[in-house]
């Protein structure tokens, strides 16, 4: 049974750092993608960064390309997200997410999702 754990979160002003972490079990984690997307309030969950299962492929959404960085630790298991300069925009709850597809131009959706982790929560003040 594949296991999303997120963790990480937390309240911080505009111009901090956050390390999100995803703990991933029940699957070999060398052939998964693996994405994190994100949902605020009233909005639809959105793409945010992913991780191709070869090589070093990665993708961002515009919006945090230059100050959020994915990365994994296949040798532990977890997925990480570095975000650095965040902005209240960057407000939501923040989702693991094991793609069953890829998005080669980069705009991953939902439906390039098979797993969801439960989400960690990241709120930004100004």
């Known amino acids: 049974q594949v296991q999303l754990t997120e963790s990480g979160g937390g309240s911080v002003q505009a111009g901090d750092s956050l390390k999100l972490s995803c703990t991933v079990s029940?699957?070999?984690?060398?052939?998964?993608?693996l994405a994190w997307f994100r949902q605020s309030p009233g909005n639809e969950r959105e793409f945010v960064a992913a991780?191709?299962?070869?090589?070093?492929?990665?993708w961002y959404h515009d919006s945090v390309k230059g100050r959020f960085t994915i990365s994994k630790d296949s040798a532990k298991d977890i997925l990480y997200l570095q975000m650095n300069n965040l902005k209240p925009e960057d407000t939501g709850l923040y989702y693991c997410?094991?793609?069953?597809?890829?998005?080669?131009?980069?705009?991953?959706?939902?439906?390039?999702?098979?797993?969801w982790g439960q989400g960690t929560q990241v709120s930004v003040s100004s």
């Open positions: 029940g699957v070999p984690f060398r052939s998964v993608g």
């Open positions: 997410a094991k793609l069953s597809t890829y998005a080669t131009n980069g705009g991953f959706g939902t439906s390039n999702v098979r797993f």
């Open positions: 991780i191709a299962h070869y090589g070093g492929e990665l």
